[in-house]
């Protein structure tokens, strides 16, 4: 009895509780309390004062142009890599269809001032054979602009315009200084969208090539998470301390829209870039006259029992141009220039590019093992291309026969016809008249009618190969995974042969 009282006193007081906690047993006794609109609080004043700070110097640019054949209204070619897309070429990716004839094409793209007197900075493509450049500023004033100069290498442009009174300016930051993990916002004009802003952080530094190819060796990326669309084109990439850090010039999307995936050129870049522009109207870069083969540097280098990181390894010499009258070699590593160290393409590029032409620069090599500084009068780099374009393309030699080898090839002994008819530099080497697909030569790059003349096997073992005979026993002395080099000459359209280095990994 004891047992059920204490059952049911149990029951009541949890009855009370639960009334008390559900605030009552009837229903609508209490009314509901009005929401009231709290008072204004800053989530994050740091980006809100540099959207703020930066909006006036921010523009909009819009464009006109007479395009043959144009690609205005057509689909896009779904067969293409999609993450080869043109960046940003809104209004003539999205218009109707029109017929295939000549036709005054639109764009729209960003840029920002960096001169009180006028003076834009924005992507050559923005601006690339437009016959009309229009510019909005915050105030939604507009102006026509000039080009004064533009660099397809870094798709950089410099435009200007005269607002008839001082102009706000974005202060440029020096961007070997972000770190990956920093903060960074975004700001331009997406879709038509005037004055968006972004924001996202550095991803990755030195994005040097992008999937699916589509740049050039001179531009260098900063990767953003910042979502960057259509119209972004040429707009800023700025820090948290309020300076611009980069230019946004490309994305990567399957959809053509933000995918996480953007890509800024650095500001410091574009510093160079542009006091060039502005005090010449172009770009002038300094060249040697070498050829190395930035895929394949870190394999030469270990080929030649050195570190992935040893320098750039010279796979050619032009000949008449600075770096063969200074007696630079094929099979030279570069890894020093004016006491700068060269760790890679990059640094040669951005060291000998951005020396004045006229000016000499000692370059340290690595040859055969032992150090030695040669100096070499840079030259223009136009000149240079030109005389390297005359030379011609690479070809294919179509006649040999020959007995089979390790590698995957079939090789034979030069002859005195294959010199004559060839125009060889020496007898001296092995003819390739075939190789088998899929074999380490094939991968390597071997090409029949290759001749190979010397193959490096690292610990600065370098072998001369006369005959079949030399390259066979070379052959039998090497270990399965060991990366080597062979020297070799290729064959050009025209009948001349160019010589190089091609890395490959005994099966």
Known sequence: MLYLTLIVATLTIGVVIGTIVSGGVKAGEQKAQALVIPDPVSLSNAFSQIAESLAPAVVNISTEAVQENPIRGRAPNRNQDPRQLDPFDFFNFFSPDLPDRNERTRSLGTGFIVDKSGYILTNHHVVDKATKITIRLDDKSEFQAKVVGSDEDTDLAVVKIDAGRDLIVAKLGNSDAVKVGDWVLAIGSPFTLDHTVTAGIISAKGRDTLPGGGTTQFQNFLQTDAAINPGNSGGPLVSMGGEVIGINTAI?????QSAGLG???PSNVAVKVYNQLVQNGKVTRGG?????????NAALCRANG???ECGVVVTSVSAGLPAAKAGIREGDIITEIDGSPVI??????????NTAVGKTVRIKVNRDGRETTIPVTVADRSEVVQANNDAPDPDRNTSGDAGPARLGIRIENVTSDMLRQ???PSQDGVYVSAVEPGSAADDAGITRGTIITRVIAGNNQRFDVRNVDDFQRIERSLKPGQEIALMVLQQQRGGQYRS???PLTIP
């Open 252 to 256: 990567i999307s399957e959809t053509r």
């Open 263 to 265: 890509f800024a050129l």
């Open 288 to 296: 040697i006259g070498i050829f190395y083969d930035a895929g394949r």
């Open 306 to 308: 050195l570190k992935s």
């Open 344 to 353: 890679g393409s990059a640094s040669l590029l951005d060291i000998i590019g």
């Open 422 to 424: 060839l125009r060889l």
């Open 500 to 502: 190089g280095y091609l």
